[in-house]
């Protein structure tokens, strides 16, 4: 059935919101298409990635290029682009599902793909002319030719409107010339194109334009730069030295350029994420077999508690994150259709569809890049000492996921995002946060209701403690808006705590909300482990949610509105019902185990 404007949520709105799960998206929801498209990548991950690991990881960049070009022949570089420009035109849950399942082989060369695919052609897809369109993004498409991405310089790397690349318009107005150094630019050693964001005069903001790549044009390279990980990646510097660039080649308008970079970072973003997802299911299928395998005090490592602890959590969070990814994406793609349907053009649909899902894209990339870390730093764990050698597969996967917290904005950038935009939103009236802060703020002053609510059917309790997590972020954030009102951005301590609150509601919730759809098409008893993943999700998530609050609380409240505040926080994240956790990680771990793989 085809969504309406009414059926989905505006980004944000999914804190004061109730969402069905019938209204949600999920993995299980795959197309027959989308499926084939799923096998292919895993197909070709299987045959062209994963048996070449050692290459990559000794640094050969030249592998990197032969297998984005064997992607580009697979088409999958050009699943987002439209057909007109010689893309498959798939919509955005396609092109997450082939970004996630193509990273697990190695982090090298999902950067190559997603640096790519997403910032290095987004760009013109996005903001491009009819005649660069046509120009450039065929190329792109088919692997003819690669894209790379130059925002960041030595000086400008978060604060990326400061950027001294200079663009200067030629005495015949025909050309800019372009001056300046970029650094950490992915696909450098070998891409034909380039996207950078160069200063004209003393404009307030930067200017995005499409630069060839050709070395007789001023054009040079840094050395290949030694990384922690991602070491098949392409990572160099780029100096540009009055480098001639045909005035037709700027994107967008003058100055437009800090928009277009922010925009291809929304969807670099949530990208990303999903690029992280498949490695962990990777990591927790290495890590079972392992486990399963290794024996100490003559008993397999995978029949202790405290590894089949770290077993569920891996599963757990990777099955999160799955369920959040999708739910978003599919957001995304649906608020495309409607503005299609509505008369925009694609282009114009998918920068608006991306843009108001900005607030999601930040959670899911902060939230993801920090589940893969851990998840691969529980694998080395699993693996002991033979996890830090360099012969297993751990060591390298705990180096790869490492970058994911720094690119597409630092995690820390993110996590600010996310509140800021949420502030913003409510401000334009976009998300109504005041009324439902209002609304808790005088239930904190009522009498609590003692009633005890039925909480037989599944997930009753779980989805009231979401509407009550919720209250706890209107509470904290609500107050710490009212008492600082726009300086909050300048108390960050308080936007992370507010943002951590965010991200686990958001996380918590999807995984419900896919299980429970699950639940109802396909039974409970189909469902048991992903029910205890739901579960163990959220109880680690009123842990965080708890603590953040309190961070808050004692912060910058004080005398009775600070008991009041910490009364609600106690209210707002006491269980009727306490799970048994150790009971739903066993449920998780038996399972993975049973299958020996990551297997939902
Ligand atoms: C392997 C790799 C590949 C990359 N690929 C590309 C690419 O293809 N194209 C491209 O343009 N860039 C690329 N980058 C650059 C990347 O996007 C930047 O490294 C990133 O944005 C952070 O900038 P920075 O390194 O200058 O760190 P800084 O901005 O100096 O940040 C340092 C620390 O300070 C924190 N910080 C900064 N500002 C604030 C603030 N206002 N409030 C609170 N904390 C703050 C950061 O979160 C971080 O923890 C790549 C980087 C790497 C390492």
């Not at 730069?225 to 392409?234: D, N, V």
């Not at 996890?387 to 630092?410: C, K, L, N, Q």
């Not at 309790?461 to 300048?490: H, N, R, S, W």
Request: hydrophobic content about 40%; overall charge negative; charged content about 25%.
């Amino acid at each position: 059935m085809e969504a309406t404007e009414k059926d989905i949520l505006r980004g944000g709105q999914f804190l004061v919101k109730e969402t069905s799960c019938d209204d949600i998206f999920t993995p299980e929801d795959f197309s027959e298409e989308q499926q084939m498209m799923k096998e292919s990548v895993i197909e070709f991950n299987d045959r062209e990635i994963i048996p070449n690991k050692a290459r990559f990881e000794a640094k050969d960049y030249a592998l990197t290029e032969e297998c984005m070009r064997k992607a580009g022949e697979m088409g999958f570089l050009s699943v987002a682009v439209p057909e007109e420009y010689g893309g498959m035109g798939m919509g955005f849950v396609s092109t997450m599902l082939v970004c996630d399942y193509i990273s697990s082989g190695t982090g090298s060369f999902s950067t190559a793909f997603g640096a790519h695919t997403g910032i290095g052609t987004m760009p013109i897809t996005l903001y491009g002319t009819e005649e660069q369109k046509q120009k450039y993004v065929p190329k792109l498409a088919s692997g003819e030719w690669f894209g790379a991405y130059c925002l960041t310089e030595p000086g400008a790397g978060s604060d990326a409107n400061s950027g001294k690349t200079t663009a200067k318009l030629s005495d015949d107005g025909k050309h800019y010339i372009i001056n300046g150094q970029k650094m950490w630019i992915s696909n450098a050693g070998f891409c034909n194109l380039f996207i950078v964001f160069a200063r004209i005069e003393d404009d307030k903001y930067i200017t995005g334009f499409i630069v060839e790549n050709n070395p007789e044009n001023g054009i040079t390279l840094g050395e290949e730069e030694h990384k922690l990980g991602i070491r098949a990646s392409s990572t160099r510097q780029v100096f540009f030295n009055d480098t001639k660039v045909p005035v037709e080649n700027m994107l967008s308008e003058r100055g437009n350029g800090f928009k277009i970079a922010m925009n291809a970072l929304n969807v670099g973003r949530i990208k990303l994420a999903a690029a992280c997802l498949d490695s962990q299911r990777r990591i927790t299928t290495t890590g079972v077999q392992y486990a399963t395998e290794r024996k100490q005090f003559k008993t397999p490592i995978a029949e202790f508690g405290a590894i089949k602890s770290k077993l569920a959590e891996m599963a757990t969070n990777a099955y999160a994150g799955e369920s959040a990814c999708y739910r978003a994406a599919k957001n995304i793609e649906d608020r495309i259709a409607i503005r299609m349907a509505q008369g925009n053009s694609h282009q114009e649909a998918e920068l608006k569809g991306v843009e108001e899902y900005a607030i999601e894209c930040s959670i899911l990339k902060v939230a993801v890049s920090e589940d893969v870390q851990s998840c691969a730093d529980e694998g080395i764990q699993i693996f002991g000492g033979m996890g830090f050698s360099e012969e297993t597969p751990m060591e390298a996967a705990w180096r790869d996921a490492r970058i994911a917290r720094i690119y597409e904005g630092t995690n820390e950038i993110n996590r600010m995002l996310s509140v800021g935009m949420l502030v913003k939103k409510a401000m334009k009236g976009h998300v109504d946060l005041l009324g439902p802060a209002m609304a808790v703020k005088d239930e904190l002053m009522g009498i609590p209701s003692f009633d005890m609510p039925d909480y037989s059917v599944l997930f009753s309790e779980e989805k009231e403690m979401i509407t009550k997590l919720k209250k706890v972020f209107l509470m904290v954030a609500g107050a710490a808006v009212q008492k600082y009102g726009p300086d909050l951005e300048k108390h960050q301590q308080l936007m992370m705590a507010a943002s951590n609150i965010l991200i686990e509601i958001y996380m918590a919730e999807s995984t419900i909300l896919r299980t429970e759809k699950n639940v109802k098409r396909f039974g409970e008893d189909k469902q048991k482990e992903q029910i205890a993943m739901a579960k163990l999700y959220l109880f680690n998530a009123v842990e965080l949610v708890k603590k953040n609050g309190l961070e808050g609380i004692v912060s910058f409240a004080d005398g009775d509105e600070q008991k009041a505040m910490l009364m609600g926080l106690k209210r707002f994240t006491k269980y009727a019902n306490y799970p048994n956790v150790v009971e739903l990680r066993n449920t998780i771990a038996e399972k993975v185990k049973a299958e020996n793989k990551y297997c939902f």
